[in-house]
């Protein structure tokens, strides 16, 4: 086997034949971004009808359970939306918004019904729906949104409305246009008294496109990029449904009006409920890393062909990847883009074991809840931070429409919002670190909160979900932090990492509960002082669980020169990842200030080492040579590179 092949092996994950049947099936002529950019309401007809293309595909039914008429296989259907991130993004947003969101909302809040009579259409497409829950005044706090659902015991209906335009739905996915009917979260009231959000089914169109009554959508109009996404807004005039289109799997009410739930305390209520949607912010995250890779992988391959400037002692060009600020720009983010992506595939083992009953405790959903959370973040603010370099790395060629650079930075700069705004998710991962009781801090206010994790963590101990008994291995036996070998052991490494995490949590719970104890100080006020802290605790936490992730994935791999050369590319990242922290690591005496300017020659050093091996590198990402065709690497002599089928 070839090393690439034996890497791409690893990075393809336990649904690599997933990954092998995409790169078969999916045309890029169809699914793929158009030739040059298109008028908005080509771009929409295309992607719509690229979309329907996907029903042929098993990957929306792998969504579901076999009852609900799927094949129970959720972990391959995930793997391959993701595998579209590599062709037109306004295909993955949409296609996500129908089998991912809507469909996802029928299958995971809905019951039986509710499941025999709308997922057949919405996994052949003759049902197009939305998944309305974003409004104008309400995005990321959705336990406020204001839109309402109200039941009506008179009439046995559930009256939908929007009370002020800050209310009305917005950014909605599929709502400009093509839905028909919309997935609704709202307040749901129930003898006079609220419930909290629920979700209810809102036809919004009849079949001729047509509003209908009281429905009034509106589109959102041009965007930055995924233009082949029909966004728009959806208010609601007292519209009224059946008591029966309310997705009750954590709520009803029943014939005589009376609401119940299985979930007593609605605050649980609600998380639960937001909990069984979180494979949505995992897709978000595979996408947001496979339009990374397709970024790097055309980006390289141009700084492997493109010269510039000759040597003094030569007539030859220099080829711009031998640069040393070249290699900089691309290379410590290759390295980071293949721990994202074993993050990744241990992101989506852990959401299928829990989607299929396989791990039943509430711990293993709540830690997958909080590892969706950061890894989406950190995935997406890589895309963005990334595809700029790729694009500033090929000059004004990666400026081009025809170089897909320039669609790829349009369409995922958007990333780092939907599916949970990046700060507020890091903010979530951190609130979870801060004590194992978590479901304290749904019943307690801002001050008791934080109060009661600060008291309970007043030592951190760093939980393994990852390469558990590997891990604890090489830690046990690293050497001192001032041995010669403490930055380059991996076990060192991987200790470093972890210390820099437990004394950010540790310091944080200190001061929430310092400032927990002042009374003078509002709660709100104890929160803001250490947000930025938060957020670094949990980047900081999110960084340890993707090394790991690497560390786990190498260990798998049992070919020894692929393992050699992904060890290099896991040193990289780490060297990169400190290098980026070194003034933290040397204001609290981790590392000297040799051993910092020590991590700096080293990235240097691994940049010169993984040179000659970087086509290999991005070969090993799998993308089909047709998926990848850039008019800029055709120029400069080559046939454009990226691996077949």
Not at 108 to 129: A, I, K, V, W
């Amino acid at each position: 086997m070839q090393i690439a092949d034996s890497i791409r092996s690893s990075l393809d994950g336990r649904w690599g034949a997933v990954r092998e049947r995409a790169r078969r099936d999916l045309d890029p002529a169809r699914l793929g971004p158009p030739p040059a950019p298109l008028p908005m309401a080509e771009h929409r007809a295309r992607t719509l009808e690229a979309v329907l293309e996907l029903t042929k595909t098993p990957f929306p039914a792998d969504g579901l359970t076999v009852d609900q008429g799927g094949t129970g296989d959720p972990g391959a259907s995930v793997t391959g939306f993701e595998m579209l991130g590599h062709l037109d993004l306004s295909v993955f947003v949409k296609a996500g918004v129908q089998f991912g969101l809507f469909g996802g909302a029928i299958a995971n809040l809905g019951t039986e019904e509710h499941h025999r009579q709308y997922l057949p259409g919405m996994l052949d497409g003759s049902l197009l729906g939305c998944f309305a829950m974003t409004e104008t005044g309400h995005g990321s706090d959705v336990q406020q949104l204001a839109t309402t659902a109200t039941y009506d015991p008179t009439t046995d209906e559930i009256v939908v409305h929007s009370p002020d335009h800050l209310a009305r739905k917005d950014y909605i996915g599929n709502a400009a246009q093509d839905a028909r009917l919309a997935a609704v979260f709202a307040q749901l009231i129930v003898g006079g008294e609220s419930q909290g959000v629920h979700c209810v089914l809102v036809p919004i169109r009849d079949e001729s496109g047509a509003d209908l009554p009281g429905v009034t959508t509106s589109d959102c109009g041009a965007k930055a990029g995924l233009a082949g996404v029909d966004n728009g807004r959806i208010s609601f005039d007292q519209v009224r449904v059946p008591r029966a289109n309310l997705l009750n799997r954590y709520g009803s009410i029943d014939a005589e009006g009376v609401y119940s739930s299985p979930i007593e305390k609605p605050s649980r209520r609600f998380f639960t409920m937001l909990g069984t949607l979180v494979r949505g912010r995992v897709s978000v995250a595979g996408g947001a890393g496979a339009a990374t890779r397709s970024a790097l992988a055309v980006a390289i391959r141009y700084g492997l062909v493109r010269r510039q400037f000759n040597r003094p002692d030569s007539d030859d060009e220099v080829l711009i990847l031998d640069y040393r600020a070249h290699q900089r720009a691309l290379l410590p983010r290759l390295a980071t883009s293949y721990a994202l992506m074993f993050a990744q595939n241990n992101l989506v083992e852990a959401m299928h074991a829990i989607a299929t009953g396989e791990d039943r405790g509430e711990d293993a959903q709540r830690e997958l809840e909080a590892r969706a959370a950061g890894l989406k973040a950190l995935t997406t603010a890589h895309a963005t931070d990334t595809i700029q370099a790729c694009r500033q790395a090929c000059g004004g060629a990666g400026y081009l429409w025809a170089n897909r650079l320039a669609a790829l930075k349009a369409d995922t700069d958007v990333f780092t919002t939907f599916e949970g705004d990046n700060t507020v998710l890091l903010q979530l991962v951190a609130k979870g670190m801060l004590t194992e009781y978590k479901e304290s801090f749904h019943d307690l206010d801002t001050r008791g909160a934080f109060f009661f994790g600060a008291k309970q963590f007043s030592g951190s101990i760093i939980e393994r979900t990852i390469g558990g008994s590997l891990i604890q291995r090489l830690v046990s036996g690293a050497p001192g932090r001032d041995a010669d070998n403490a930055l380059t052991d991996r076990g060192g490494q991987i200790a470093l990492f972890e210390d820099r995490e437990s004394h950010l949590l540790e310091t944080l719970a200190m001061r929430l509960r310092g400032a927990s104890e002042d009374e003078d100080v509002s709660p709100f006020d104890v929160f803001n002082n250490v947000q930025d802290h938060l957020l670094e605790t949990a980047r900081a936490h999110m960084d340890r669980i993707v090394l790991e992730s690497f560390v786990a994935a190498i260990d798998d791999n049992c070919d020894d020169r692929a393992c050699e050369l992904l060890n290099l590319v896991c040193d990289l990242y780490v060297f990169a990842t400190m290098e980026a922290n070194r003034a933290w690591y040397l204001e609290h005496g981790r590392i000297s200030a040799k051993q910092s300017k020590e991590i700096i020659v080293r990235v240097n050093e691994l940049c010169d080492e993984l040179r000659p091996h970087v086509e290999v590198l991005v070969d090993a990402f799998g993308i089909p040579q047709s998926w990848l065709t850039t008019e800029m690497i055709a120029d400069n002599g080559t046939s454009g590179g990226g691996a077949t089928p």
